[in-house]
């Protein structure tokens, strides 16, 4: 699932564009995730053993037009009740000039971040062994190192 940071390019410039020609701005990407709230959800599903990984994404596109026909092309346009159901063309036009100006690549593409989670739950059932006891190990981590030597040892014996 798509994580917090994701487009922040695209929203950012939206933002800015929108605030200077119409006096304020109302969210054009859907909402995304936070990493906490994932965990949270995965607890309350009953699920006891969490890993929540997390990748960034760079896509770099032509301009943002193009990048907006494929967030619409995936699904990705905004599905909020309540948006404001119109952008005005000098506000895309906008929105465009800032986005090229603040985030432009060498090559005169701009980058789109995409912040992905993956998540990992796992439920315990009967049949299945626990864990032992946190604090329960009978060898310390600091004494796996010493473990090729003992190995050695073993071998020059036999």
């Known amino acids: ?10 929203r950012c410039s939206l933002q800015l564009a929108e605030t200077e020609r119409e006096g304020g701005f109302s969210p054009h990407v859907s909402p995304f995730t936070a990493v ?3 965990g949270h959800l995965l607890g309350r599903a009953g699920f006891n053993t969490l890993t929540v990984d ?27 009740w309540n948006r404001k159901g119109l952008l005005h063309r000098d506000t895309m036009l906008a929105a465009a000039a800032v ?10 593409s701009v980058p789109a971040t995409y912040q992905v989670y993956y998540m990992i739950g796992w439920k315990y059932h009967d049949s299945q ?11 310390s981590f600091g004494e796996l190192g010493k473990i090729n030597n003992l190995m050695s040892q073993g071998k020059k014996s036999q």
């Open 1 to 10: 699932m798509f994580g917090g940071d994701t487009l922040y390019e695209l």
């Open 36 to 38: 906490n709230d994932l």
């Open 54 to 80: 997390t990748d960034e994404i760079q896509v770099n596109y032509p301009g943002m037009f193009e990048l907006m026909e494929d967030l619409q092309g995936m699904g990705e346009s905004n599905c909020a």
């Open 129 to 139: 062994a626990r864990p032992a006891e946190r604090g329960s190990a009978t060898v």
């Open 99 to 108: 986005y090229g100006e603040m985030y432009k690549n060498e090559d005169g």
